[in-house]
């Protein structure tokens, strides 16, 4: 009886390896050889940091990406390079901390508060189409001096909802009052086009939130 072997082999050698098996391997390599790369590059960003649950959150724009490679697309993005432009304006003329990046807050006054203000939120577009959501906050009570603030805060930061990426808060601050977080999609903002007003006269703060683009 003859031994068995596979078709299109020699006696004495292995099967033939398959050209899909060898297209997979090679594909499989080359996929290790780009996440080594990418790990070496990301590991020299100073603006990027590794959670407890192995994803990447960027310290710049407050967002959270699974993988690697989605951050490095993040690093792309128009917004990210923004926000390295004004960091490194700041770093300029201010002390940074060494930790997470923001400038080191001057010592305030402590004040009793007096509540939370009274605000409006309604949702717009434009003539592209493009949503907006704009802000209004009312400080009748606002310190002399004191001009209201505002920045938004990423879901993984929060602390009283259940994590969920598709949304953001935008949390509005000025003494004497309670701070408030607004609760908005987490679409990618228009810097450029994104405005902020506060009305003295009308004890009014208003911000207009203008997205990139409309959403999927």
Known sequence: MQGFRDFGSR???????????LNAR??????ALMEEALQEEVAKDPYVSKNQFGQYEC??????HSTIADYTVHRELRKHKVNIARFEKM???NTIDNGPLYV???????????????YWVTRQRDLQNRPS???EVHYPEILDGIVPRWRAISWFEQKVEVPDSNWQFIAFAAQPYD???IKVPN???DDSRTYEQWYPDKKMFVVQLQYADVPE
Request: charged content about 20%.
């Open 11 to 21: 006696i004495g050698t292995g099967g033939q390896l398959s050209q899909s098996v």
């Open 26 to 31: 090679l594909q499989r390599e080359k996929k």
């Open 59 to 64: 310290k710049l724009c407050m967002s959270v």
């Open 91 to 93: 770093k300029a003329g």
């Open 104 to 118: 080191r807050p001057k010592p305030q006054r402590t004040v009793p508060s007096i509540g939370q203000p009274s």
């Open 133 to 135: 959501i704009k802000v």
């Open 179 to 181: 701070t408030i977080a």
């Open 187 to 189: 679409w990618e903002l």
